[in-house]
């Protein structure tokens, strides 16, 4: 019953979503690639030039980067929101699925960078997303033209990120649960599974898959889709209530953006039980073997699905503000 309660609820959405009450769609109208050649014609460069800077003396930010982006779209649109400031702690960056997210003090120093070159031009939804393209490239990954002409949103709220439907998908979600949550924004299941794959670089905390070490179903178990040999490894890590302890997403190789989270999640070493649920669906589970085969489209996918995401509920033309400063309205 609750299931289907659930799916009832969704669906209701989608009707809003398409009767455009609601705006979380990929439509992306206004954006364009270059929006800035004229306006600030070095913005792409000056952008590029701190991230490998700051990459060079810390790496292991080229996660929380990457993932900001993602953050920043499925929540009220890719409108730079997440990075919004609240002297109470009322806004998204406080509410916990943002758990690790860390950076925002990169985007600060790009946006000073910019605002020197050319004041009050580029947007910090726009930073966010190339920010997210440049660090792809830092470490390794595929190059894609970012559209952008994205404008930033004046509103950021806690409740967001943890509303069950709208809300960012957790963790624990299972396939269904993903995809839907992927469908409310206009991307589909190839979309799902390719940007999964962003979980090649970073680090979690050991708090977002103990349960799957020591206590899966409350009985003191391990969760049984995931390799024991992986488990018994990850418990030496990782002791229970920990709260500080980071393990890699993609151990061996989290600071490259290659193919080998997909072998991973094949061989049923996803870190997280979101990772673990893309075998339990025939397109996602083809999507991982074809991912690590020798005709890859991985690399050129993860540029279009970022594109894709880029576009979730951006605000044009007059709508919105450019900020002055990324953590604060105008
Ligand atoms: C499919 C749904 C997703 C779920 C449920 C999810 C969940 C998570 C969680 C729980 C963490 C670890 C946070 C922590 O404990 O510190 C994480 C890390 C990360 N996620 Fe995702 N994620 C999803 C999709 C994505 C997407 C679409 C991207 C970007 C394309 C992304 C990029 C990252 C990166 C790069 C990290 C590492 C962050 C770091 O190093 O601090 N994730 N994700
Ligand atoms: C997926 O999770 C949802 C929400 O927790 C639940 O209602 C549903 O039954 C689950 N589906 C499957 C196939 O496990
Ligand atoms: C994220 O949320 C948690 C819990 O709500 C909060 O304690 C923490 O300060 C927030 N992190 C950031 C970076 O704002
Ligand atoms: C396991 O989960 C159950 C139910 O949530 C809880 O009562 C129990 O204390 C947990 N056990 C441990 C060792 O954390």
């Not at 959405?13 to 990929?26: C, I, K, N, P, W």
């Not at 991230?51 to 953050?71: E, N, W």
Request: charged share 25%.
């Amino acid at each position: 019953m609750a299931a289907s309660k659930n799916s009832f609820g969704v669906l209701m959405l989608q009707m809003m979503v398409v009767l455009g009450l609601f705006s979380l769609h990929a439509e992306g109208q206004g954006l364009k690639v270059g929006f800035y050649e004229k306006s600030c014609p070095h913005a792409e460069k000056i952008v590029f030039k701190v991230i490998k800077d700051v990459m060079a003396v810390a790496p292991s930010l080229s996660g929380p980067l990457l993932r900001m982006h993602f953050h920043d779209c499925f929540i009220r649109g890719c409108d730079g929101s997440v990075l919004l400031d609240s002297p109470t702690r009322q806004s998204e960056k406080f509410s916990p699925p943002n758990l690790s997210l860390r950076g925002f003090n990169i985007i600060d120093r790009v946006k000073v960078a910019l605002e020197n070159a050319c004041p009050g031009v580029v947007s910090c939804a726009d930073i966010v997303a190339l920010v997210a393209r440049d660090v792809t490239v830092v470490t390794k990954g595929p190059f894609w033209e970012v559209e952008t002409g994205r404008r930033d949103g004046k509103v950021s709220l806690f409740s967001d990120p943890i509303n069950p439907v709208t809300g960012l998908p957790r963790f624990t979600a299972n396939i269904t649960v993903l995809k839907e949550s992927f469908a409310l924004r206009g991307l589909s299941t190839k979309d799902l599974v390719v940007l999964s794959g962003g979980h090649t670089i970073g680090m979690s905390h050991c708090s977002s898959f103990e349960s799957r070490l020591y206590n899966f179903t409350g009985k003191g178990d391990t969760d049984p889709t995931m390799d024991q040999n992986y488990i018994a490894r990850l418990k030496l890590k990782c002791k229970p209530r920990d709260q500080t302890t980071l393990a890699e997403l993609d151990p061996g190789s989290f600071k490259t953006f290659d193919d080998s989270y997909y072998k991973l999640v094949t061989k049923r070493r996803g870190l997280l039980q979101s990772d673990a649920a893309l075998l339990n669906d025939p397109e996602t589970r083809a999507y991982l073997d074809q991912a690590t085969s020798h005709g890859s489209t991985f690399f050129k996918d993860f540029g279009v699905s970022m594109v894709k995401m880029g576009r979730i509920g951006v605000l044009t033309g007059s709508k919105g503000e450019v900020r002055k400063l990324c953590t604060k309205t105008n």
